[in-house]
């Protein structure tokens, strides 16, 4: 297992099983070549309209060629010229998408956000650095009697199991107070040890079956043997529980956040991790390390997907990048000062280092691509590290406590303060 936010992607160019269909789409919506997964949802073009003219050609490519495309992109796919730019909406029947660009600012139309950003907010600093900020709290992963299935858990010895979905929720609940107390309106995108979709694996079961079926495996096994079993991608169970805790689960958390919480900017909590080998026998590392995401650098591989290129392009016009960027890097400064921890160096092409702190990268991952507003996505703490594993056994407390020798606060206070210190710093800057 390796970091967290390991993103599978699961190949299935044409599904046409009505359970599926039933189950996750409206009977009409029974058209969906050349999605990422089963459960995307078909692009709606049209809904796109609305940002005709509110963008000047020169920021368009801007944040197409430094965000959201910085490793490059076919003209089969997008195409600009100075008025417009062409975004193929179905490959087979070659239709696209034409969205307008304003000539110059007189005609420039006003950016659609749906949320509010830091300049807009109202200027009532005497009841916090945050008034009226409206902030969504997600702690990644389930946790509970997940974990395992997760592959969020391991214990060593007679020692508490390390839940990562567990550690997360603490620190959601931790930080909330201390938000509000700043005039924020905070909530939870998860606030217990469980599901937010309501579906379980065994819902995906024919699913499962077609996506082994594409991939060429005709005739799959039903189970796996044990966590080590080299063929157990090839199990209806692997895939079904894939499409249960990193499909459907994600995927329910995005429309509570759009549909039902409607959030300024969502704060993704997580705890980081290095392989670690057997859950039971885990393998320790001297890395510790920290960085933050935001949503960007899709792969030309992902943007060949349909609901991939239209998730994209919305997260462009709306103007997210700018303002998460930004806020991204406030935290990650105070972060870095308050936990000591060098920034993690990916070794992989599928992102890019965005913003001046050197701790912020650019990563197309489901929640970031989804949640229709501003994002940062946390990865503090190698929890392998054996000094992060001691300070995970200490559990919360008041001060500081010796471990490994070093004088230590409670590593989910230090989280959250210095969560708390970047965006304080942050929203005061930008009311200046």
């Known amino acids: 297992m390796i970091s967290h936010h390991f993103h599978p992607r699961i190949f299935l160019s044409r599904w046409r099983l009505l359970f599926l269909v039933l189950l996750f789409r409206a009977p009409s919506a029974i058209a969906v070549d050349h999605l990422s997964n ?69 005609r420039l139309r006003s950016a659609i956000h749906g949320w509010r950003t830091a300049q807009s907010l109202p200027r009532k600093r005497r009841t916090g650095a945050l008034s009226g900020l409206k902030i969504a709290l997600d702690p990644g992963h389930i946790g509970g009697e997940w974990a395992k299935m997760e592959e969020r858990w391991f214990k060593v010895g007679e020692a508490t199991p ?57 005739s799959p096994r039903e189970d796996f043997e044990a966590a080590d079993d080299p063929l157990r991608e090839q199990t209806v169970r692997w895939q079904s529980e894939i499409l249960f805790y990193r499909t459907s689960e994600i995927r329910q958390r ?31 590392v001297d890395k510790n390390h920290l960085h933050l995401l935001v949503n960007g650098s899709y792969s030309e591989s992902e943007l060949a997907f349909d609901d991939e290129r239209f998730e994209m392009l919305r997260r462009l016009l709306s103007r997210a990048s700018d303002e998460e960027i930004k806020i991204a890097d406030t935290v990650a400064v105070t972060m870095a000062k308050e936990t000591q921890l060098p920034p993690y160096q990916y070794t992989t092409d599928n992102v890019a280092r965005v913003g001046t702190s050197g701790y912020v990268y650019a990563r197309n991952l489901v929640a970031t691509r989804l949640y229709r507003c501003p994002v940062v996505y946390f990865e503090p703490y190698v929890m392998n590290n054996s000094e992060v594993f001691a300070r995970i056994q200490a559990g919360d407390y008041e001060g500081t406590r010796l471990i490994n020798g070093v004088e230590r606060p409670s590593i989910y206070r230090e989280y959250v303060e210095s969560v708390v210190k970047g965006l304080k710093e942050y929203y005061q800057t930008e009311w200046k």
């Not at 000047?56 to 801007?62: A, K, T």
Request: proline residues 6%; aromatic residues 8%.
């Open 162 to 218: 390390v839940e990562e979905g567990e550690m997360t929720l603490r620190v959601a609940k931790m930080l909330a107070p201390r938000l509000r107390a700043l005039g924020a309106r905070v909530s939870f995108v998860r606030d217990k040890p469980e599901p937010v979709t309501p579906f379980r694996p065994n819902d995906f079961k024919e699913a499962a079956r077609a996506v082994l079926k594409t991939s060429g495996v005709e």
């Open 254 to 284: 995005a429309r509570l956040v759009n549909g039902r919480l409607h959030p300024d900017l969502v704060l993704c909590l997580h705890f980081n991790a290095e392989a670690w080998g057997d859950e039971r026998n885990p393998t320790f």
């Open 38 to 106: 089963p459960l995307a949802d078909p692009p709606k073009w049209k809904s796109l309209e609305k940002y005709q003219r509110t963008i000047m050609h020169d920021e368009f490519e801007r944040l197409l060629r430094d965000v959201y495309c910085s490793h490059g992109i076919s003209d089969e796919l997008i195409r600009l010229d100075r008025d417009f730019a062409c975004i193929l909406m179905d490959g087979d029947a070659q239709t696209w998408f034409t969205l307008r660009f304003a000539r110059d600012e007189r």
